[in-house]
C-alpha cells in the first residue's frame, strides 16, 4: 500500500515537472515570435522612423510616406521665400498658385483623419505601429503644424490679392528702372503703402498728364419735346454729336473715372440728367452704336412717372456696362434751400433706392438745378466719390473739383459747329 502512494507521488511529480517545462517551452516561443514580430514591424518601417521615404507598397507605409512628405513641407514654410516682384505680376501670381496648392491645409487634415488602427495588418505587431505613429514630431505637434500652415496660407493670400491688385492696376503705372511713374493718386497712394510693406527700392512719382475735360451737359434727346424745348437735343443732332466724337478720337468715360482722365489722349463725359425715358429711347441706342459710355444721373422719387425710366429700363442701362447710374436726389429740391437733415434725407435715400435696384454702389450725384452749398458738399462727401454741378467749364486732371465738378450744357438750339465750339 505504501509503495503504491510512492508511485502516485512520482507520478504526479513528473507531470507537474513536464507541466512546468512544456509551458516555459511554449512562452519561450511566444516570446522568441513577439519579439520577432516586433522586430519585424521595426524594420519594417524602419525608413519611417529614420525620417525616409519607403517604396514599399502597403497602406500604411503610404500612409507614412505622407507624413514625411508633409513633414518637409512644414520645414520649407518661410513666409520670405515669396518675393512680390512688380516687374514680373504674372510669375508672382504663377508661384502663389503653385505654392497654395502644396500647402493646402487638406493635406494635413488626411493624415489626422487616417484610420491606423484599421490599416494595421496580422503580420506586424499594433502596439509597435502606434508607437511609432505616436513618437513622430509631426503626429505630436500637429495642432501647432495647422496653425503654422494656415498662417502661411493666409500669408500667400495677402501676397496673391495684392498682385492681382497690381496686374489689374498696371495701367496707371510704369516701373522705369527703380522709379515708378503713377498715373493717378490712387494707385500712388497704394504703391507707398506697398513701398514700406515690401521693402521695395524704389522712388515713387505722380505724373498725371494734364488734361481738361469736357463733362457734357444733356438733359433728353426727343424730337417733339414736352417741356422746356432747350433742353430736348433733337435725335439726329445728338448722333451726329456722337459721331464727331467718334470720329475726333474722343474717349467717353464715366463720372467715376475722371482721376483716371489724364489716361487718354481726349477724355470726354457725356452726363444726363433728370431719368427721361426719351435717354434709354433713344439716347441709349445711339451710345450703344458708337459703344460710348456716359453717366445718366436719375431722380429716385421719379423712376416710373409718365416721361420717366422704369426700373427694367434702369436694370437694362446699368448691366450694359456702357451706362453708370448715378444720383439726382430723391424728389428734385432746390438742395441750398433745406437744412441739413432734409439735405442728407435726399442723397441717403436716393442712395439706397438706386442700389436696391441696380444692385451696384452709386457713387456719384449731380445737384438738381446745380444748386449748392456748403452744408451740400460736406453731405455729398458723406455718401458720394464725386459731385456734379452745373457750374459752367472744363475739368482739369491735375485739379479735379471732386464735389463740384464743372459741366458744359448742350442745348437744342446748337449745331454741329456750336457742339465743336465746346469742347
Not at 9 to 18: C, D, F, G, Q
Amino acid at each position: 500500500m505504501k509503495k503504491k502512494w510512492w508511485i502516485l507521488i512520482i507520478l504526479v511529480l513528473v507531470l507537474a515537472i513536464t507541466a512546468l517545462v512544456t509551458s516555459s517551452l511554449i512562452k519561450n516561443r511566444e516570446n522568441k515570435e513577439y519579439e520577432d514580430k516586433v522586430n519585424y514591424t521595426i524594420n519594417k518601417y524602419k525608413a519611417f522612423i529614420n525620417n525616409e521615404i519607403s517604396n514599399d507598397s502597403d497602406a500604411i507605409t503610404g500612409y507614412f510616406n505622407k507624413i514625411i512628405t508633409e513633414k518637409a513641407k512644414q520645414e520649407e514654410i518661410n513666409e520670405n521665400k515669396i518675393v512680390l516682384d512688380i516687374n514680373n505680376i504674372d510669375n508672382t501670381l504663377n508661384t502663389i498658385e503653385e505654392e497654395i496648392e502644396k500647402y493646402d491645409i487638406k493635406y494635413l487634415e488626411e493624415i489626422t483623419n487616417y484610420d491606423l488602427d484599421e490599416a494595421i495588418t496580422n503580420d506586424v505587431d499594433k502596439d509597435t505601429v502606434l508607437n511609432i505613429y505616436q513618437n513622430d514630431e509631426l503626429i505630436q505637434n500637429i495642432s501647432e503644424e495647422e496653425k503654422k500652415r494656415s498662417d502661411y496660407l493666409k500669408h500667400l493670400e495677402e501676397i496673391k490679392n495684392t498682385s492681382k491688385y497690381l496686374k489689374d492696376n498696371s495701367k496707371y503705372y510704369e516701373v522705369k528702372n527703380n522709379t515708378i511713374a503713377c498715373k493717378n493718386k490712387e494707385i500712388y497712394n497704394a504703391l507707398e503703402d506697398l513701398l514700406k510693406e515690401y521693402n521695395w527700392d524704389y522712388t515713387l512719382n505722380l505724373e498725371i498728364a494734364k488734361k481738361e475735360i469736357p463733362i457734357l451737359c444733356y438733359h433728353g434727346v426727343l424730337d417733339n419735346p414736352w417741356g422746356a424745348a432747350t433742353l430736348f437735343v433733337k435725335v439726329e443732332e445728338f448722333d451726329k454729336q456722337m459721331k464727331y466724337l467718334n470720329d475726333n478720337g474722343y474717349t467717353p468715360i464715366f463720372v467715376s473715372e475722371i482721376e483716371d482722365a489724364g489716361l487718354y489722349e481726349k477724355p470726354i463725359i457725356i452726363t444726363f440728367d433728370d431719368g427721361y425715358s426719351d435717354v434709354y429711347n433713344y439716347a441709349y441706342p445711339i451710345l450703344q452704336k458708337y459703344n460710348f459710355k456716359s453717366t445718366f444721373f436719375v431722380v429716385s422719387g421719379f423712376i416710373g412717372g409718365d416721361v420717366y425710366i422704369n426700373q427694367d429700363m434702369l436694370k437694362e442701362m446699368s448691366n450694359s456696362g456702357l451706362i453708370e447710374i448715378g444720383s439726382h436726389t430723391a424728389s428734385h429740391p432746390k438742395l441750398n434751400t433745406l437744412d441739413k437733415k432734409g439735405i442728407e434725407y435726399e442723397f441717403k435715400n436716393s442712395k439706397e433706392v438706386l442700389e436696391s435696384i441696380i444692385k451696384k454702389d452709386i457713387t456719384t450725384i449731380a445737384y438738381p438745378s446745380g444748386l449748392y452749398n456748403q452744408d451740400v458738399l460736406d453731405m455729398a462727401q458723406k455718401y458720394y466719390d464725386y459731385g456734379v454741378s452745373t457750374d459752367w467749364g472744363k475739368e482739369n486732371s491735375i485739379n479735379i473739383n471732386k464735389y463740384s465738378l464743372k459741366r458744359l450744357y448742350v442745348y437744342r438750339e446748337y449745331d454741329l459747329e456750336q457742339f465743336k465750339y465746346l469742347l
